[in-house]
């Protein structure tokens, strides 16, 4: 960065060059004027003064206490009228009408000079601050000398009037042909001289508080149409827009921190240029929500010091918000936590090179979608230190890569971050914002991912402890449903999960009852760091006691460990885990030819789900969907596909949009099934008891989440109801078992009908 040009005194300007941007920042800092190209005249005026004598600008910053930054197009709009500006100076002989006459033999009269001196006026005053206006007074004035020259009769007076006019039509065809005339045509029907409103619809700056880095834009979009508005939390206002000529939704945030007063934003700033001064140590990082805690409290009283220094009056509330603001902004992730804030948010995608490429989400109910939010490379640089210090992992050239998990006051996230040489650009990051609370098959359901039945099955696979992978895309949901097929163990069971950025939702779990163990290992990525390795982190569950065990992901040699367990555990207890692959056999091609695993051991896996986005026909849309459940069989020596080593239980049917049963499960020629019955004495040798049992706990999935739509009752599917309705399932299973010595699905149903008519009465009453 140089810097070039005087700090001091208002309206002093510097010239900062940051890679290939050279930006004017303009001083407004000692003046009560607020720096409005679009709003003042003499902020305008100033601007195309200090550009017709600086070469190269590609941004222009008026820093008061806020930056308000114009991006390169509209900086461009600016010089263009700088150098018209300039052009019409070296000109100026020209308009120099009352020559022009006088050469001619007439007499100049007053009024006469009146009208020159206007022209004049337009040219070299107002052209500078209000070049709209001028057009348009040029062009009336073009209309009356018009109508002037028909009333000459004098030959020579009527040529050098015609010279007149044509110096005019000069002028206005040199306007006519900049970017800002240009635009404002569609606004000049029923124009007043000197209203502005024109220059609010073509110049929209970038707006950045000083006590923050990211930058964002402020204003709607005046071509948009807006699609949905909400807010989230008590004060962050979200609004959806679509474009008539683009198939990206921009995501517009406006925060409270963009809605305080002058005062307000005064304090905050002393207050970050306070805090800046202390440097976080790794000690404070390593327990994240303590370090939050002590924070607040410091930001709090230091704000409320800073409030009677300034005298100004604000509420307790008003005083709360700030310092929530600026621990945020200090120890904090800044505006990535006001977007993990929004629970529809799945994903945060930030590019590099920062300072000019938005951020960009996945939304639950729009996708792809990009903000008003611009960050900059001073604030990706202390998101890179944070995540360093939270994690004890290393970011630098020796290693490029950094996954980690973050836990915020908003939300989880799972965060990579990836700089030079793999980037070189610099950084980037990718948040992946993990639900709130534990995902469950009923809520499945209800997004139509699966439908009943292949809820009854998946939970009669878990109960039946069987060996399952999850695979799919990235982004595909497999996460989400391994966390779901966890809430269907049972509570008495023991659990250990193996990951290296903890995504599972192992801390709700735990608070729900869940006898958990989460273990947390090194990533397959990263060098150089003190963590245990995934290979022997799995092997190590085999020796912490009789425990289902789930792997957060399968990447690399680790599968080795992960078949071992299969191998040793797959008969008594769940063993699941999630691999990147698009099909059944994309997953063996992965686990045995890419990663070494035995065909042997793969045999290990009884069930592979496979969960992929659909695209609707317009590309605009993409459907998270589970697209087959298959089983691998025991029986093929080499290739699989080949040996009919893979059968499918389910199938997705695009046509109807769901997952159907395959002639084999309808059948029951279903080896993991009979396999499940074998142990089970009212399933073994016979089909029509398992396929009850499958239908009979779909029919409870889908009737918790009938109830749940016809109560407008959502938190009936999520985790604490779900195991409420999965413990009922299993006692009244239970009950009924001993006491007719079967059990008997109608009775089932009606019994757990009426308990849950009574829990939804209850919940309605509270």
Partial sequence: MVLFGNKRGAFTHQIIREGEDAILRINYQETPRVPSIEDDSFCMALTIDKLTEIQNITKIVFYQKRDIEYDQGQTAMLIELARLYKHLVKQKDVFNFQSMFQRAGAAVNPKDSVRYMEVQNIIFRKLKSDPVGSYVELKRILRREKLNLQKITDMELATVQQRYISVLKYVLDLLAKTQIVILAQTYLSGYRIGNRDVYREIFHPVIKPDFMFTKLMAAYPPDAEEIDNYIVGDDIEIT????????????????????????????????????????????????????????????????????????????????????????????????????????????????SPMGNIPMFIVHQDYDDCYTN????????????????????????????????????????????????????????????????????????????????????????LIDGTRSMMVAGTRGSGKSSLLSALLIEIMRRYRIITVEDTLELPTASMRKLGFNIQPLKVGSALSLGTNEVGADFGIRSTLRLGDSSLIVGEVRSTEAKALYEAMRVGAAANVVAGTIHGDSPYGVFDRVVNDIGVPKTSFKATDVILIANPIKSVDGLKKLRRVISLTEVRKDWEEDPLSEHGFVDLMKYDAKKDTLLPTTDLINGDIDVLKAIAANVREYAGNWDAIWDNINLRGELKQMQVDYSLKLNDPDMLEAPFTIKCNDMFHLISGKLRDEVGEVESKRIIREWEEWLKREAKLRQVK
């Fill in 240 to 351: 959806i827009f679509k474009f008539p000529d683009s198939v990206q939704y921009l995501y517009h945030v406006m925060p409270p921190e963009f809605r305080l007063s002058e005062d307000q934003y005064e304090i905050l700033d002393m207050a970050r240029k306070i805090m800046a001064e202390h440097k976080p140590q790794r000690e404070e990082f390593v327990d994240p929500e303590r370090m939050r805690e002590v924070f607040l409290n410091v930001s709090t009283d230091l704000i409320e010091e800073l409030i009677d220094y300034k005298r100004i009056k604000l509420t307790t509330k008003e005083t709360k918000q700030l310092a929530e603001i600026l621990v945020r902004y200090t120890v904090g992730f800044g505006l990535v936590e006001v977007l993990l804030a929004d629970d529809k948010i799945q994903d945060i995608s930030i590019n």
């Fill in 373 to 460: 939010i611009i960050p900059t490379k001073t604030e990706a640089e202390s998101w890179a230190t944070k995540l360093r210090l939270m994690s004890g992992r290393p970011l630098d050239e020796a290693n490029p890569i950094l996954d980690t998990d973050i836990d915020l006051p908003v939300a989880s996230a799972r965060v990579s971050t990836i700089t030079e040489p793999l980037d070189p650009t610099g950084l980037a990051f990718s948040f992946r914002r993990h639900r709130d609370r534990p995902w469950t098959l009923p809520l499945f359901i209800k997004v139509k991912s699966i439908n009943k039945m292949a809820a009854g099955l998946l939970s009669f």
